[in-house]
């Protein structure tokens, strides 16, 4: 059942990326055409790729074991954050003039995808309890 639900996070994920690619594509093309930063798909990789992983692992821990997935989900959304500071560390240590528009989209970014990825995995928990009970 875990290999189902990771091909349906996967498709909608690839449909998030799609929206979020063009509305991406759309407003640096128009309004803010003076914002965009070459480090922008990147930034956009790393954060679909740890997310994709990260929901993954949740997915196969509540799976294996329930009573796990709440100290998997901390310590995951902790291992998170911690390279996405990495990451964000090391993007303004190389180029610190455009750290407000970077730390802006990366924001915006994380955000996005955060809800998206709560969402997901609360429908999952729900739809997996509802169906063992």
Do not use: W
């Not at 196969?60 to 310590?75: C, G, I, W």
């Not at 990495?86 to 993007?91: A, E, K, M, Q, R």
């Amino acid at each position: 059942m875990a290999n189902k639900e990771v091909r349906y996070f996967l498709k909608k994920m690839f449909l998030l990326c799609l929206v979020i690619i063009g509305l991406s594509l759309l407003l640096f093309d128009s309004v803010l055409k003076g914002y965009f930063l070459k480090i922008y798909p990147l930034q956009f990789a790393v954060i679909v790729l740890v997310t994709i992983f990260s929901h993954i692992r949740l997915i196969h821990t509540f799976q294996q074991n329930a009573k796990k997935f709440n100290t998997t989900f901390l310590s995951v959304m902790s291992i998170k954050l911690f390279i996405y500071l990495i990451f964000i560390l090391v993007c303004l240590l190389i180029d610190r003039t455009n750290a407000i528009n970077f730390v802006l989209t990366f924001l915006v970014q994380y955000s996005i995808f955060t809800i998206f990825e709560v969402i997901e995995i609360s429908n999952f928990v729900k739809k997996d309890l509802n169906s063992s009970n």
